[in-house]
């Protein structure tokens, strides 16, 4: 019967390979995240940000840029930084940002001895 005979399942097969790139497997590919690339590109954007903060250590506000983005991904990180580069600026969102991070990571209890 072939692809064009009057056979039905023959054409039901046909249309269904003809039909499976788009309508099969597009919603697996339109669900698919990259988190690898999206992990880089905010990465690479941090790396920018950290630049960026140590060229201008005296400006709070680029300090704070940076840290409020790191603090998204990495929030030890801005412990670390907020508690051994003391050359920094300092202003009280970043000390805010600091006790949140303390916070969402367990630690605000070893810094401050509280049970």
Request: charged share 20%; glycine share 4%.
């Amino acid at each position: 019967y072939g692809i064009g005979g009057s056979n039905n399942n023959a054409t039901y097969h046909w249309n269904y390979l003809n039909t499976a790139p788009t309508s099969l497997l597009y919603p697996l590919q339109k669900q698919q995240k990259r988190p690898f690339l999206t992990s880089l590109r905010q990465d690479l954007h941090l790396k920018q940000l950290e630049r960026i903060a140590n060229t201008t250590p005296s400006d709070p506000n680029t300090q704070f840029d940076f840290l409020s983005q790191l603090a998204q991904t990495y929030p030890d990180a801005v412990i670390e930084r907020f508690e051994q580069y003391k050359d920094f600026a300092i202003d009280e969102r970043i000390v805010l940002l600091y006790l949140n991070c303390l916070q969402r990571t367990g630690m605000v209890n070893n810094r401050f001895g509280m049970k």
